[in-house]
């Protein structure tokens, strides 16, 4: 059964940190890119940092650029985000999404995980 499982969600401060796992079961990771996407109450869903699992090339949207990072665990068929420098405006639930084009096209990706919340506040 193909899965994708995201953890590490949660509650922060703004200026705070979190890392988020994006785990992949019943298939390998090697030949697909693996994005994560963002989606606030009342507001579209938003491509945030793909990577190519097999070379590693990944890709960001503006409003993260230099506080984000996307990597892989090839050994552990996980991806991860490291997120810093958070903001009151990165609140929302967070999905990791495989497909084959590496993309920040939701429409690109034909596997989700469940989502996991970021909640970013003071």
């Known amino acids: 059964q193909v899965q994708l499982v995201e953890s590490g969600g949660g509650l922060v401060q703004p200026g705070g940190s979190l890392r988020l796992s994006c785990a992949a079961s019943?298939?390998?990771?090697?030949?697909?890119?693996i994005a994560w996407f963002r989606q606030a109450p009342g507001k579209e869903r938003e491509g945030v940092s793909c990577i190519s699992f097999s070379d590693g090339t990944s890709y960001y949207a503006d409003s993260v650029k230099g506080r984000f990072t996307i990597s892989r665990d090839n050994a552990k068929n996980t991806v991860y985000l490291q997120m810093n420098s958070l903001k009151p405006e990165d609140t929302a639930v967070y999905y990791c999404?495989?497909?084959?084009?590496?993309?920040?096209?939701?429409?690109?990706?034909?596997?989700w995980g469940q989502g996991t919340q970021v909640t970013v506040s003071s």
């Open positions: 999404a495989a497909g084959m084009p590496l993309s920040l096209s939701w429409y690109d990706y034909d596997y």
């Open positions: 019943g298939f390998t990771l090697d030949y697909y890119s």
